[in-house]
């Protein structure tokens, strides 16, 4: 039984650090309306219609910000999953 928390733990682990630290490398390999989505989803606003470069110009003044909030989630699903393993084993 143990073996199996330990496990599924595991995998919920291995998919959180997965879905939080993944960023696409190279914004300027992007179609605009996926810079737009990216915009949208990090809550970064603009006006009018943008062209291209200045949409990845945007993404790039915004990118470091989100990189280091994904690193946060990375952390704190590490410290949950490794507190909770702890204690199983306890």
């Known amino acids: 039984m ?6 599924i733990l595991f995998f919920l682990f291995v998919i959180a650090t ?3 630290s993944y960023v696409p ?3 300027t390999t992007w179609t605009p309306n996926e810079l737009k989505e990216w915009l949208a989803e ?3 606003t603009y006006k009018g219609i943008p062209e291209k470069q200045e949409l990845v110009d945007l993404v790039k ?3 470091d910000d989100v990189k280091g909030r ?3 989630t990375t952390e ?3 410290s949950f999953v490794s507190k ?3 204690a199983v084993k306890d």
Do not use: C
């Open 2 to 7: 143990k073996i199996t928390r330990i496990f």
């Open 18 to 20: 997965i879905a939080t």
């Open 25 to 27: 490398n190279d914004p």
């Open 42 to 44: 990090h809550r970064v």
């Open 61 to 63: 003044a915004n990118w």
């Open 70 to 72: 994904a690193n946060t």
């Open 76 to 78: 704190a699903v590490e």
């Open 84 to 86: 909770y393993i702890n």
